[in-house]
Every structure is written in structure tokens, then in C-alpha cells.
Nanobody
Framework: QVQLVESGGGLVQAGGSLRLSCAAS????????MGWYRQAPGKQRELVSV???????NYADSVKGRFTISRDNAKNTVYLQMNGLKPEDTAVYYC???????????WGQGTQVTVSS
């Protein structure tokens, strides 16, 4: 079992910045990758960014150059630094952790990010 606790969401003006954090507890040593997804009203949940335990990263095209994902393995925490925020970034952001042996995905409760124009 892995528990994920997200923090850092809020309301920000366009062009502003926020940093999201996701702390993992429980069987965190089994986590192979962690990432951020988001879901806007009326839309499907989509990948924002993912980072493996080894540090490999991937980003959605819509956030490349603006968002940066990082991970502190010692603290079992993943961060998403979001700069140059746009109104279309408004969504609930969810943290996801994927474990191996057998593969399974855990989700956080979500944190709201609202960007005003």
C-alpha cells in the first residue's frame, strides 16, 4: 500500500507560478515512477509529467518549457514546478505512483489549480 498526499494548489493569475508537492508513504520503496495528471471540467484526465526513480522525465507538449518535475527519493516526494501558468492549466491535479511486483497504480486525492486571466 502506498499513500499519496498532495499539496500546493491554489489560485494564481496568468503568468504566475505554483509548486505542487506529492509525498508518498507506506511501501514507497516499491515505487518505480511518479507523475502528475490533471483533469479539467468536462475533460478526460491527462498526463502532465512523469519521472522515474532513476530520474528520467516526460512532459505533455502543452507544458514543455513551463513545468518542471523533480523527485527527492530520500523524502519519497515528487514536485511539479509550474511557471508561466495559463488559464487553460486550470484543473484538478492528481499525483500518481506506479509500483512494481506486481504493477499497480496509486492516486492522490487531487489538488485544485485555478489560473485567472
Amino acid at each position: 500500500q502506498v499513500q499519496l498526499v498532495e499539496s500546493g494548489g491554489g489560485l494564481v493569475q496568468a503568468g504566475g507560478s505554483l509548486r505542487l508537492s506529492c509525498a508518498a508513504s507506506g511501501s514507497s520503496d516499491a515505487i518505480a515512477a511518479m507523475g502528475w495528471y490533471r483533469q479539467a471540467p468536462g475533460k478526460q484526465r491527462e498526463l502532465v509529467s512523469v519521472i522515474t526513480r532513476g530520474g528520467s522525465t516526460n512532459y505533455a507538449d502543452s507544458v514543455k518549457g513551463r513545468f518542471t518535475i523533480s523527485r527527492d527519493n530520500a523524502k519519497n516526494t515528487v514536485y511539479l514546478q509550474m511557471n508561466g501558468l495559463k488559464p487553460e492549466d486550470t484543473a484538478v491535479y492528481y499525483c500518481k505512483a506506479v509500483v512494481v511486483g506486481p504493477p499497480y497504480a496509486y492516486w492522490g486525492q487531487g489538488t485544485q489549480v485555478t489560473v485567472s486571466s
